[in-house]
């Protein structure tokens, strides 16, 4: 089952002491804003996500239509059938995507 492109999304205190952590392991800026309080940061098909006062935990992201230079892959899997296919598998999810939704954000 591909998934897509992943990442891990940090909740960072100080975006800007995260970004120097993570540029000393090799990582670069890959996209974002420091000013607007995140960052994507890359090391060849590594990619870190740094945010600032977004959200409270850390997450892992999967980008279905993305690779991991976050170029677009087609043909790729909707997200909603992939979640189909996941609780076929008896996962449960804290929150689901709607089914009917088209062509819309999802988080």
Do not use: H
């Not at 409270?56 to 677009?72: H, I, V, Y």
Request: aromatic share 12%; with cysteine.
């Amino acid at each position: 089952m591909s998934l897509g492109a992943f990442s891990i999304s940090l909740a960072v205190k100080d975006i800007r002491a995260s970004q120097a952590f993570y540029e000393k392991l090799g990582f670069s800026n890959f996209g974002g804003n420091i000013e607007d309080n995140w960052l994507i940061l890359k090391n060849g098909d590594c990619i870190i996500g740094l945010f600032q006062g977004m959200f409270e935990k850390n997450m892992l992201t999967f980008n279905p239509g993305w690779d991991s230079e976050a170029q677009e892959v087609n043909p790729f899997k909707d997200v909603r059938t992939l979640q189909e296919e996941l609780r076929s598998k008896g996962l449960e999810f804290v929150s689901e995507v709607d089914v009917n939704s088209r062509d819309q954000a999802v988080s």
